[in-house]
């Protein structure tokens, strides 16, 4: 069974930081592809980043240097750290783990969070 649970998000004004976390519930962490994806209202969701199981990490180039995704192993935690805030990054923030432990995809076999609201004004 997999769980991932959001929090961190809130209202924030441009210019500001906020950090997402991502409890990670898996039976193997390894076998998985962690990523954050975004969806602001009326428009599709899209993805902001992903962690392969080999540590690698890769961004959409609209949050590059700007959003750092990191993982604490021992508390089984992703985590979005988002700097420089534009009020387009307003969204609903989604963690995701898809059953794969390269070349994510995040099609088949992905499991979401909840989400959490992230307001830049």
């Avoid at 392969?52 to 750290?81: E, H, M």
């Avoid at 988002?82 to 387009?88: A, I, R, V």
């Avoid at 923030?93 to 992230?118: I, K, L, S």
């Amino acid at each position: 069974d997999v769980q991932l649970v959001e929090s961190g998000g809130g209202s924030v004004q441009a210019g500001g930081s906020l950090r997402l976390s991502c409890a990670v519930s898996v039976s193997s962490a390894n076998d998985y592809c962690l990523g954050w994806f975004r969806q602001a209202s009326g428009k599709e969701r899209e993805w902001v980043g992903s962690l392969d199981s080999d540590g690698r990490i890769n961004y959409a180039d609209s949050v590059k240097g700007r959003f750092t995704i990191s993982k604490d192993n021992r508390k089984n935690t992703l985590y979005l750290q988002m700097n420089s805030l534009k009020p387009e990054d307003t969204g609903m923030y989604y963690c995701a783990a898809e059953a794969r432990p390269t070349y994510c995809a995040f099609d088949e076999d992905t499991y979401w969070g909840q989400g959490t609201q992230v307001t830049v004004s």
